[in-house]
């Protein structure tokens, strides 16, 4: 089918301070910061985690993003909370949904923004 949408491209949310938002997605994620100043004049702070991309958009003040949000598949569960765990970032109770082998769980970034972890147990790469 023409057009069909096969993986999403990236995501943009605001932020009010890109630095201490870059800090915070690679220290939880690994994520990585690209440069965006050679190829482009905007100000987005792009992260990256190869596959797939976050942008940043610097505001002044952050207007009350809830309940938008996006969710992150996780590879290893157990891993994850433990590495939340140690890093001091709080989640929320994970949910366990048994239509669909998956678990769940919320944590929120620097400037509150919704970030949905989610596992499928029946997906393999």
Request: aromatic share 12%.
């Amino acid at each position: 089918m023409p057009g069909k949408i096969h993986a999403i491209h990236h995501v943009n949310f605001p932020t009010t301070d890109p630095e201490r938002t870059k800090e915070w997605y690679s220290k939880v994620f690994g994520l990585k910061h690209v440069d965006v100043g050679a190829f482009s004049d905007t100000k987005v702070l792009l992260m990256t985690g190869g596959d797939f991309d976050i942008h940043f958009t610097p505001v002044a003040e952050k207007r009350k993003m809830d309940p938008f949000h996006f969710a992150v598949e996780i590879e290893n569960w157990d891993e994850m909370l433990a590495h939340l765990k140690e890093i001091g970032v709080r989640f929320t109770k994970p949910f366990y949904r048994p239509q669909n082998n998956s678990t769940l769980s919320y944590i929120r970034d620097p400037d509150g923004t919704l970030v949905e972890l989610t596992f499928h147990g029946n997906r393999t790469k």
